[in-house]
């Protein structure tokens, strides 16, 4: 992995928690047998974006708690917050598989 693609894969990071984890694996050998297992990756992508999508529903909690008493902003915070945790179960079994 060139230094330049780590770096621009840096700054794109939300955080100090996914800067760390692009560090760690910027580091980590990869699982080569005869080509990258396709599996692998998989899992360290979803594990990414796991976390990502945690940070996002933290977020939206957080919204939710705060918002206005009017029903509609609360009932769309709510299903983008159901949403979210859909799509990051989706992601943690990709992780497990």
């Known amino acids: 992995?060139?230094?330049a693609?780590?770096?621009a894969v840096l700054a794109a990071c939300a955080d100090d928690d996914a800067r760390r984890g692009v560090r760690a694996l910027a580091v980590e050998p990869l699982p080569v047998r005869d080509q990258v297992d396709a599996r692998y990756t998989t899992s360290v992508i979803a594990a990414l974006l796991v976390k990502d999508a945690s940070r996002r529903i933290d977020e939206l909690r957080g919204r939710v708690q705060?918002?206005?008493?009017t029903t509609t902003e609360r009932d769309d915070l709510f299903g983008q917050l159901m949403a979210l945790e859909a799509y990051r179960r989706e992601l943690q079994e990709q992780t497990e598989s």
Do not use: N, T, Y
């Open 1 to 3: 992995v060139g230094a």
């Open 5 to 7: 693609w780590v770096e």
């Open 66 to 69: 705060r918002a206005a008493e």
